[in-house]
């Protein structure tokens, strides 16, 4: 009996074909799978770039933080350098390389303030915004006062406010310290970045030293000719108008002014002297509570006004005292202040 195809030895059975539906379930699951890892592959790509254009803009921002700390530096050892040994410079060149180191100082807080943060760098660009902000405005009221703490009358109190600002200043370098520089730095550490973390940034050299109104004064000593007789001929203000939201004053007659918010003061100043004054000082006392502003130049000649706004706003009747701050070489100075009696309704 011969033996079927199925019992003949060696041969396998042939499997049974899937059907169509099958196969189209298999092509579909392949390209499914193709699909996905497709889809993995982009996603992967598109995060690689995400990163690195994060680390990229870190990157930038704490090179570009660097860079104004640099020039910071730079401005520093400038205008210290001429604290600490003025050489041959003159009240007036000493006066003009300090309001030459205030602008650069201005400008180093707008490029600050400029800076594209990215958002993990958010926490850090406040706290050097305000760095920049307390930095700039301590150099503008330094320059401010810097030609009257060299002549005479006058210049113990503006060494005072120098002083002071110097206080601020080193405020901005602790704060920088404590909370700027970390902050960059964890931040760079955080994402990997290594080889940008930002340098320190100390301002004023010597806290101990400038701080003391009198070794400030003494430096302002070794300027050449650091007294009133550097700018010749007659010096002198007048206080030639007074008013508090457009209400004129006249002293010994009072006022009533309805109050309606904040009341601010108008001062106008006229220098009736020969030379440009700089750093002139106003103030308004309300029943002994002073309050301070600035014109920092005025020429031969020229009024010019200031606004004090009255923080807090008085309420009835008080003793409004007004002071023009004597400059250097002036001899007559009765006629730089006035006190008003003002009723506020």
């Given at each position: 009996?011969?033996?079927?195809?199925?019992?003949?030895?060696?041969?396998?059975?042939?499997?049974?074909?899937?059907?169509?539906?099958?196969?189209i379930a298999?092509?579909?699951?392949?390209?499914?799978?193709?699909?996905?890892?497709?889809?993995i592959?982009?996603?992967?790509?598109v995060?690689?770039c995400?990163?690195?254009?994060?680390?990229?803009?870190?990157?930038?921002?704490?090179r570009?933080v660097?860079?104004?700390?640099d020039?910071?530096?730079?401005?520093s050892?400038?205008?210290f350098?001429k604290l600490?040994?003025?050489?041959?410079?003159?009240?007036?060149?000493?006066?003009?390389?300090?309001?030459?180191?205030?602008s650069?100082?201005?400008?180093?807080a707008?490029r600050?303030?400029?800076?594209?943060?990215?958002?993990?760098?958010?926490e850090?660009?406040?706290?050097?915004?305000?760095v920049?902000?307390?930095?700039?405005?301590?150099?503008?009221?330094?320059?401010?006062?810097?030609?009257?703490?060299?002549?005479?009358?006058?210049?113990?109190?503006?060494?005072?406010?120098?002083?002071?600002q110097?206080?601020t200043?080193?405020?901005?370098?602790?704060?920088?310290?404590?909370?700027?520089?970390?902050?960059?730095?964890?931040?760079?550490?955080d994402?990997?970045?290594?080889g940008?973390?930002?340098?320190?940034?100390?301002?004023?050299?010597?806290?101990?030293?400038?701080?003391?109104?009198?070794?400030?004064?003494?430096?302002?000593g070794?300027?050449?000719?650091?007294?009133?007789?550097?700018?010749?001929?007659?010096h002198?203000?007048?206080?030639?108008g007074?008013s508090?939201?457009?209400?004129?004053?006249?002293?010994?007659?009072p006022?009533?002014?309805?109050?309606?918010?904040?009341?601010?003061?108008e001062?106008?100043?006229?220098?009736?002297?020969?030379?440009?004054?700089n750093?002139?000082?106003?103030?308004?006392?309300?029943?002994?509570?002073?309050?301070?502003?600035?014109?920092s130049?005025?020429?031969?000649?020229?009024?010019?006004?200031?606004?004090?706004?009255?923080?807090p706003?008085?309420?009835?009747?008080?003793?409004?005292d007004?002071?023009?701050?004597?400059?250097?070489?002036?001899?007559?100075?009765?006629?730089?202040?006035?006190?008003y009696?003002?009723?506020?309704?």
């Amino acid at each position: 009996m011969e033996d079927s195809p199925a019992d003949r030895p060696g041969r396998r059975p042939r499997p049974p074909r899937r059907s169509q539906r099958q196969q189209i379930a298999i092509r579909r699951g392949l390209a499914l799978g193709a699909g996905l890892l497709v889809l993995i592959l982009i996603v992967l790509g598109v995060k690689g770039c995400l990163n690195a254009r994060k680390e990229r803009a870190l990157s930038d921002y704490a090179r570009n933080v660097t860079q104004i700390v640099d020039e910071t530096r730079q401005t520093s050892e400038s205008f210290f350098g001429k604290l600490d040994d003025p050489g041959s410079l003159s009240v007036t060149e000493f006066v003009a390389q300090v309001d030459s180191d205030r602008s650069a100082m201005d400008s180093y807080a707008g490029r600050v303030g400029g800076l594209d943060a990215p958002g993990d760098m958010s926490e850090a660009q406040d706290a050097l915004e305000l760095v920049y902000e307390l930095r700039a405005s301590a150099m503008d009221k330094i320059a401010d006062r810097m030609s009257t703490a060299l002549g005479d009358a006058g210049a113990e109190r503006a060494t005072e406010v120098i002083a002071n600002q110097m206080r601020t200043l080193m405020g901005s370098d602790v704060l920088y310290a404590e909370v700027v520089r970390p902050e960059i730095d964890g931040v760079l550490a955080d994402n990997g970045i290594e080889g940008n973390d930002v340098p320190r940034s100390v301002f004023v050299p010597d806290e101990t030293q400038w701080l003391d109104a009198d070794a400030i004064g003494s430096a302002l000593g070794s300027v050449s000719g650091a007294t009133a007789a550097e700018t010749p001929g007659v010096h002198g203000l007048g206080l030639v108008g007074t008013s508090v939201d457009g209400v004129a004053l006249s002293a010994g007659v009072p006022s009533t002014v309805s109050v309606d918010g904040t009341p601010e003061v108008e001062v106008q100043v006229q220098n009736q002297g020969e030379s440009t004054e700089n750093g002139v000082t106003v103030s308004v006392s309300v029943d002994g509570e002073a309050l301070e502003q600035d014109i920092s130049s005025i020429g031969p000649g020229e009024t010019q006004s200031v606004t004090i706004p009255l923080t807090p706003a008085p309420r009835g009747q008080v003793t409004l005292d007004v002071n023009v701050q004597p400059v250097p070489g002036e001899q007559v100075s009765s006629n730089n202040e006035a006190a008003y009696t003002v009723d506020f309704q």
